[in-house]
């Protein structure tokens, strides 16, 4: 009697891991069930937002002078998206499939978008002497081949006026810049503080 042939192992799929469709968590009547993954992303999304806005918070001084407001803003805006996020998530889940290269991506975009934070803050929000790089004194400004460069002047701050800067160039006989609006954080541009200030920066165009 001939014997019987052993089966042929099943196939291997021929799609990497990376690129494969996962099975799905599923409900207790056996449907697929697409909440728990989109869950998680909202979850870690929400992880991510909460730093992004504390770094906003932080460097526009919103947090220093309002640390309530600053905290409810904070969660309620990371709350909100991250909300909006597991409704996104979720549908395009159920429609398209689950697969590895989903989270991998999702990760690797919230980690930039985490790490990035202060740098984002940064730019938004910039320090009294970088506002008055970017807006007079820096390259291609006004002010930048001028003895009101800060290389070539002494800057303080008024202690009468918050929000004050003077800048005392150096070489004399020239009048002093007053500037104000020049605070840590905050959006609005460097103002004249005086008529003097006006004429200064009249005269260079500014």
């Given amino acids: 009697m ?13 799609i990497p891991v990376f690129l494969r469709r996962l099975e799905p968590p599923r409900t207790w009547d056996g449907r697929a069930d697409y909440r728990p993954p989109a869950a998680i992303l909202a979850t870690s999304t929400a992880f991510v937002l909460v730093v992004f806005g504390f770094y906003l918070a932080l460097y526009s001084k919103f947090f220093h ?59 938004v929000f910039p320090r009294a002497q970088e506002r008055y790089e970017r807006e007079l004194g820096g390259p291609g400004r006004c002010l930048r081949n001028t003895p009101y460069n800060l290389d070539r002047t002494q800057t303080t701050f008024a202690d009468d006026h918050p929000g004050r800067m003077v ?36 005269e260079y165009g500014c």
């Fill in 2 to 14: 001939t014997p019987r042939a052993a089966p042929a192992p099943p196939e291997r799929s021929q």
């Fill in 65 to 123: 002078h309002h640390r309530h407001l600053a905290l409810a803003a904070v969660f309620a805006g990371a709350t909100l998206l991250s909300l909006a996020v597991y409704a996104i998530a979720h549908r395009l889940l159920a429609r398209f499939g689950l697969y590895l290269w989903q989270s991998v991506v999702a990760g690797i975009v919230l980690l930039a978008i985490m790490s990035s934070a202060p740098d984002w803050a940064h730019t």
């Fill in 167 to 202: 800048i005392d160039p150096i070489a004399e006989g020239l009048p002093v810049l007053r500037l104000d609006h020049a605070v840590d954080g905050g959006l609005r541009h460097l103002a004249p503080a005086d008529a003097a200030a006006r004429e200064i920066l009249k």
